[in-house]
């Protein structure tokens, strides 16, 4: 079976073919960096993450683009409230989320753009939906005129018909006021007092938050690329917004493939910063829950239905991690640790490449697990498949544990070497790898004075805007096995890994 997707834009579970054979092209929308990421930007990342991995997996070719928004009226209120530039804020988050998302085993994208790296792209395209019509200026604004494409609405299936008449009598606001039509919506809007803005052929002033994803994407990959990705939430204005500006501009197809993961709800609701119900991925690592443990609860969940956040439900994907995790550790910390002769042998036939009579042996396993993501990503089906594989590895391992010698002449029997190899590898489409327990620090360690020197010259790096320098400092930590945690007020903590 081919891998099916199931297209937002079309509303059917479809095959997926890309544009040039054995090459996929994708964008995800990023984050906008005014704050910490939550559970619900895991949810999305991990899922998109696991796509990009099977699909390399399977053999493609995949380049993968997503963005940061770097410009946003929420950074500016942030920058505000802390007294500090825009660029502090953004770089902070930016930061946070590189850390955040490698802690998770989410590979990072081919390029990541920002908005503001992008602004010529930006007024180039507004230029060229003005030029044809599509876009109209009010003394520094710039709209894009929603009656003027045929097609606004055929993402989240929206009628502007209705909606315009839905809305009538509702009194508008200024911005309204000045509109053709209520539902247009801004490419560029005029400078106001106090706040960044750049110059344009309209007057000084900033992006609109639509116009820059369409402008990265033509930028990065071209007018039309394979799949186009996001949060549910993201359907209607954003996504809506961006196929209209793009395909005005290109007349050309922007996505032929919209896949979109559903919400991460909380007691019944979406979780969000706005309603302030949201959990952050580093408080959750920081209170001891692993990340691979994150990972398994969120692929126990099709991508598109909603994802509920409850202790009992982190619980039992921790038990079922341990369990998991179990097996995959089985073929390194057992021979390593126990350092037992006998174990050996098995741990290098483990570590070779599999015979052909393996291969044969467990192919029907691995189409098992084929068939469950060529399902439009069906993980929980998939996650059954890496549990059955480990059932027998696991029972292994507690017996190692009890040092039951007689285990290991009884697994070559078994033939659990193959077994773990090919564990480890679907394991690792699903970005799942063996944690380690953390180990105390020892005498030869890095001291804590060394480490809060070194905290205190990357922050004098990051005040002088030498980034380079203060990323240098914190990676030289990292291959120490220090990690750094960027706190809101400029505070970082650090932790022994």
């Given at each position: 079976?081919s891998?099916r997707?199931?297209?937002?834009?079309t509303?059917?579970?479809?095959?997926?073919?890309?544009?040039k054979?054995?090459?996929?092209?994708?964008?995800?929308?990023?984050?906008?960096?005014y704050?910490?990421?939550?559970l619900?930007?895991?949810?999305?990342y991990i899922?998109?993450d696991v796509?990009?991995?099977y699909?390399?997996?399977r053999?493609?070719?995949?380049?993968?683009?997503q963005?940061?928004?770097d410009i946003?009226d929420k950074?500016?209120?942030?920058a505000?409230?802390e007294?500090?530039?825009?660029?502090?804020?953004?770089e902070r988050?930016i930061?946070?989320?590189h850390?955040d998302?490698d802690?998770?085993g989410?590979?990072r994208?081919?390029?990541?753009?920002r908005?503001?790296?992008?602004?010529?792209g930006?007024?180039?395209?507004?230029?060229?939906?003005e030029?044809?019509?599509?876009?109209?200026?009010?003394?520094?604004?710039?709209?894009?005129?929603v009656?003027?494409h045929?097609?606004?609405?055929?993402l989240?299936?929206?009628?502007?018909?209705e909606q315009?008449?839905?809305?009538?009598?509702?009194?508008?606001?200024?911005?309204e006021?000045?509109?053709q039509?209520?539902?247009?919506?801004?490419?560029?809007?005029?400078?106001?007092?106090?706040e960044?803005s750049?110059?344009?052929?309209?007057?000084?002033g900033?992006?609109?938050?639509?116009?820059?994803?369409s402008?990265m994407?033509r930028?990065?990959?071209?007018?039309?690329?394979?799949?186009h990705?996001?949060g549910?939430d993201?359907?209607?204005?954003?996504?809506?917004?961006?196929?209209a500006?793009s395909?005005a501009?290109?007349?050309?197809?922007?996505?032929?493939y919209?896949?979109?993961n559903?919400?991460?709800?909380?007691?019944?609701?979406k979780?969000?910063?706005?309603?302030g119900?949201?959990t952050?991925i580093?408080?959750?690592?920081?209170?001891?829950?692993?990340?691979m443990t994150l990972?398994?609860f969120?692929?126990?969940?099709?991508?598109?239905?909603p994802?509920?956040f409850?202790?009992?439900?982190?619980?039992?994907?921790a038990t079922g991690?341990?369990?998991?995790?179990?097996a995959?550790?089985?073929?390194?910390?057992h021979?390593?640790?126990l350092c037992?002769?006998?174990?050996?042998?098995l741990?290098?036939g483990?570590i070779?490449?599999?015979?052909?009579?393996?291969?044969?042996?467990?192919?029907?396993?691995?189409?098992?697990?084929?068939?469950?993501m060529?399902?439009?990503?069906?993980?929980?089906?998939?996650?059954a498949?890496?549990?059955?594989?480990?059932?027998?590895l696991?029972a292994?391992?507690?017996?190692l544990?009890?040092?039951?010698k007689?285990?290991?002449e009884e697994s070559?029997?078994?033939?659990?070497?193959?077994?773990?190899?090919?564990?480890?590898?679907?394991?690792g489409?699903?970005?799942?790898q063996?944690?380690?327990?953390?180990?105390?620090?020892?005498?030869?360690?890095?001291d804590e004075?060394?480490?809060?020197?070194?905290i205190a010259?990357?922050k004098?790096?990051?005040?002088?805007?030498?980034f380079?320098?203060a990323?240098?400092?914190?990676?030289?930590?990292r291959?120490?096995?220090?990690?750094?945690?960027?706190?809101?007020?400029?505070?970082t903590?650090?932790?022994?890994?």
């Open positions: 079976m891998l997707l199931t297209n937002t834009l509303r059917r579970t479809e095959t997926f073919t890309p544009a054979e054995g090459q996929v092209s994708i964008y995800c929308c990023g984050v906008t960096v704050d910490l990421c939550h619900g930007h895991a949810r999305s899922v998109w796509l990009r991995r699909l390399i997996w053999g493609y070719t995949v380049t993968f683009v963005n940061f928004t946003d950074i500016l209120n942030r505000a409230e007294n500090c530039s825009m660029e502090d804020i953004s988050n930061e946070a989320f850390q998302m802690a998770l989410i590979l994208p081919d390029r990541m753009p908005a503001t790296k992008c602004l010529d930006i007024r180039t395209l507004i230029g060229e939906l030029a044809s019509g599509a876009a109209y200026s009010i003394d520094g604004d710039v709209y894009f005129a009656m003027k045929e097609g606004y609405g055929k989240s299936g929206r009628d502007l018909k315009q008449q839905n809305a009538d009598g509702r009194v508008a606001d200024a911005e006021a000045r509109k039509h209520p539902f247009d919506f801004a490419l560029w809007k005029g400078a106001k007092a106090g960044p750049f110059p344009s052929p309209w007057g000084t900033r992006p609109g938050w639509h116009i820059e994803c402008a994407v930028e990065e990959l071209g007018e039309t690329i394979d799949i990705l996001g549910a993201l359907i209607f204005p954003h996504h809506e917004n961006e196929i500006q395909e501009a290109t007349g050309r197809e922007l996505a032929r919209w896949l979109h559903g919400m991460v709800n909380v007691g019944g609701q979780m969000s910063k706005s309603l119900n949201f952050t580093r408080a959750l690592l920081e209170d001891g829950i692993s990340p990972r398994l969120v692929l126990q969940a099709h991508y598109r239905k994802l509920d409850t202790a009992d439900a982190l619980d039992a994907a991690w341990k369990g998991l995790n179990g995959l550790s089985l073929g390194t910390t021979a390593e640790a037992w002769p006998a174990f050996k042998p741990l290098k483990v070779q490449s599999s015979q052909p009579s393996d291969q044969e042996q467990w192919s029907e396993v691995r189409h098992r697990f084929i068939d469950a060529d399902d439009d990503l069906n993980t929980s089906s998939a996650l498949v890496l549990f059955d594989l480990a059932r027998p696991r292994l391992a507690n017996r544990e009890r040092e039951d007689a285990a290991l070559e029997e078994l033939n659990l070497s193959s077994r773990w190899q090919l564990l480890v590898e679907l394991a489409v699903l970005g799942l063996a944690e380690e327990s953390k180990q105390p620090a020892t005498g030869n360690s890095t004075n060394s480490i809060q020197a070194a010259a990357r004098e790096a990051k005040a002088t805007r030498d380079a320098k990323d240098r400092i914190r990676d030289d930590l291959a120490q096995g220090i990690e750094l945690i960027d706190k809101p007020g400029g505070l903590d650090w932790i022994r890994n």
